[in-house]
């Protein structure tokens, strides 16, 4: 069963998507390995790179419709308005882009003054996703975050009143944070009449200030068992709130999935423009490089400061598995057979024997999924299905 009912959100997916990295931060999150810098001094430069590299890179859509433009980072929301438009005439300009397209721009709560939000309510830009983690000072203070808690609210005040397609990020099994304050900070966005939210577990990541005050004993490391509590939490308090649980980290009231994520999640095409953005062709992947002055000046001799990896059927499949178990769409086993042949199909039950025994999985109208229980385990579940 589809459960994608709106049918402006299927035809809108069906076109192809530009991600633009905005690699500039007021200041680093202890848990961030995104890629950012926080002295804006290259900003103009960067700027003039993206435009660059967007009007280098429009044969790779010439046959194609740009249905999502999504502003990434780092913090997008450090842009001025008339900078976000000149990056975004330039897609206008060098690509075909479909009448309504969904423009996101990702923003952090210390800078949606009311200007500001009065601003980008009179630009293009059509979808919010705002970072708010959190309304504990507590936690946000861990997390070393630019805003603090009485910010994260009042942005939300009145971003819902000029925009209608907010998403709002929250993290989950912060050391500390016990599960009423977590689940007092759902009940918080969904006091605003959010319509999505995208949820993340705090992840250590390697070589972060938060792996290194973990190890010093600074900060107390992170609870397994408690942000998987934490995560049924969210998936009961949402569900009750009438969202779907479309994708492991993505809640959407009906109407309002990204199209963005959705295009990603369905294998469709997107180029990634700016400093350690990726893209992929259908065919193949590729990123560029991560570090801005280097960026910069491969673009200004006009050359693509790029890697590009082919994928193989094995990485293909693999990469179908992965992304369809974390998407209420599953994984057709029609589409295994299609496109990977019925050799795939039969690997693919044998694996997951264990699995659909152990109720993690289960298969509903010829797709394999991920039970409730299963759900957590996601991504470990489908690293035991792929073809090596
Ligand atoms: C890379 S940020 C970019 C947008 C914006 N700067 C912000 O902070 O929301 C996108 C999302 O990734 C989340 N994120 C980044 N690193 C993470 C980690 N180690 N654990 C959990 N969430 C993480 C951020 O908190 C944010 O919600
Ligand atoms: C998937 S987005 C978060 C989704 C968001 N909360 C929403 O629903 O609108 C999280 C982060 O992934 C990174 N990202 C997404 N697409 C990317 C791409 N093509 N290249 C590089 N980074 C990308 C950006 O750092 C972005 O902030
Ligand atoms: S989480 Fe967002 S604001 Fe924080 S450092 Fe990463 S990109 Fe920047």
Same mark, same amino acid.
């Given at each position: 069963m589809n459960l994608n009912t709106d049918s402006n959100h299927k035809e809108r997916v069906d076109g192809v998507g530009i991600y633009i990295h905005?690699?500039? *931060? /007021?200041?680093? *999150?202890?848990?961030c390995d995104f890629h950012f810098s926080t =002295? @804006? /001094?290259?900003k103009d430069e960067l700027i003039d790179a993206l435009i660059v590299e967007l009007e280098l890179r429009k044969s790779e859509f010439e046959n194609d419709t740009v249905a999502t433009i999504y502003f990434g !980072?780092? %913090?997008? =929301? @450090? @842009?001025?308005l008339e900078e976000i438009e000149t990056i975004l005439k330039a897609v206008y300009d060098n690509y075909s882009v479909i009448e309504n397209p969904e423009i996101t721009l990702e923003a952090n709560p210390d800078d949606l003054s009311e200007t500001k939000i009065l601003e980008l309510a009179k630009?293009?830009?059509?979808?919010l996703s705002i970072g708010v983690q959190s309304f504990f000072e507590a936690d946000l203070k861990l997390m070393n975050r630019a805003h603090n808690a009485t910010e994260a609210k009042h942005c939300l005040e009145l971003a819902t009143q000029y925009f209608d397609n907010i998403s709002v990020d929250l993290i989950y !099994?912060?050391? !500390?944070? %016990?599960h009423e304050q977590w689940q007092e900070n759902i009940q918080t966005v969904l006091d605003f009449n959010i319509p999505h939210i995208s949820s993340y577990a705090l992840t250590v990541e390697p070589k972060t200030a938060l792996a290194t005050l973990i190890k010093k004993g600074k900060i107390e490391d992170v609870d397994e068992v408690h942000a998987e509590a934490q995560f049924h939490m969210l998936i009961n308090q949402l569900k009750e709130a009438g969202f779907i649980h479309y994708e492991l980290s993505n809640f959407s009231k009906p109407g309002y999935f990204s199209i963005n994520n959705s295009a990603y999640w369905k294998g469709k095409k997107y180029i990634g423009i700016g400093p350690s953005a990726h893209s992929f062709s259908g065919e193949s992947r590729s990123w560029n490089i991560s570090n801005n002055s280097k960026y910069i000046q491969a673009i200004q001799l006009k050359t693509l400061p790029s890697e590009i990896e082919i994928l193989s059927v094995n990485d293909k499949y693999n990469e179908y598995v992965m992304t369809g178990l974390r %998407?209420?769409? !599953?994984?057709s086993l029609e589409t295994i057979v299609a496109v990977f042949g019925s050799d795939f199909k039969t690997y693919i039950l044998a694996q997951a024997d264990k699995y659909l025994n152990e109720e993690l999985l289960y298969i509903e109208d010829n797709n394999l999924k991920v039970t409730t229980k299963g759900k957590f385990l996601s991504d470990g579940i489908a690293s035991q299905l792929f073809k090596i």
């Open positions: 905005i690699p500039f *931060c /007021k200041q680093a *999150c202890f848990y =002295s @804006l /001094k290259k !980072g780092g %913090t997008p =929301s @450090l @842009l001025s630009s293009n830009i059509n979808r !099994g912060i050391p !500390g944070a %016990t %998407t209420i769409w !599953g994984v």
